[in-house]
């Protein structure tokens, strides 16, 4: 069963203070790892994918990474605006097969 | 500005009455999600199709749900009695070829 573990829950940072989220997976032939950002009362916004390990993706003061075990979302110098959850979401190779969650990190930028 | 759109944005009802939700995909999309988010298990899916058929409901409470495909511009999910439990929000998204997925901006379900 295709898992998607992330860590921590919940992260608070000082503006400026930089800090990475992890996403852990467990999948049957990763066909993509996405990431999304979540603003309260609203639905995901997708922010990249990764298909391969070794590659990277960029904006603005994210940046994600994927390795075969797990992809790391950095944030570089984060502004009060970064507020939000981040979630982490895996498919697969096999058939046809949706994303799958993880639960998200909450993370707060205080001024 | 091509976005996923959903009706209605909030919703409360008793227990016992039916609760239809509805989804206008992304105009050429033909893959339709239906997850249900709650603070306790997260985002679960509930069902999927392609092409307006459907490929997976296995996260749905069949007794109760069901979801639909009428045409590629529209889909619907029905609970049939509502249950308190059932309170949570239900996001519907569309994607591209197992693309990345564009989400909605959900139904907040309140079942008293």
């Known amino acids: 069963e295709d898992q998607v573990t992330q860590s921590p829950e919940a992260l608070r940072l000082q503006e400026g203070e930089s800090s990475s989220l992890n996403c852990s997976y467990t999948?049957?032939?990763?066909?993509?790892l996405f990431w999304y950002r979540q603003d309260p009362g609203k639905g995901p916004e997708f922010l990249f994918t990764?298909?391969?390990a070794g590659e990277e993706k960029e904006k603005e003061r994210l940046k994600a990474t994927l390795t075969k075990k797990e992809s790391f979302l950095h944030i570089t110098a984060p502004k009060p605006e970064d507020s939000a959850t981040y979630l982490c979401a895996v498919q697969a190779w096999a058939g046809n097969t949706p994303l799958v969650f993880g639960k998200g990190t909450r993370l707060s930028v205080i001024a | 500005d091509a976005r996923v759109t959903q009706t209605p944005r909030h919703k409360v009802t008793e227990m016992g009455q039916e609760v239809t939700m509805r989804c206008q995909p992304i105009l050429g999309h033909n893959t339709v999600f239906w997850y249900r988010q709650t603070m306790m298990q997260g985002l679960e899916l509930l069902a999927y199709f392609r092409n307006r058929a459907p490929l997976d409901d296995s996260g749905m409470p069949k007794d109760r749900f069901s979801a639909e495909m009428p045409d590629a511009t529209l889909a619907t999910l029905k609970i049939q009695p509502s249950e308190p439990r059932d309170s949570a929000v239900y996001f519907c998204?569309?994607?591209?070829?197992?693309?990345?997925?564009?989400f909605g901006q959900g139904t907040r379900l309140t079942v008293v």
């Open positions: 998204a569309s994607g591209s070829d197992s693309r990345e997925a564009f």
């Open positions: 999948v049957s032939g990763l066909r993509g």
């Open positions: 990764l298909y391969s």
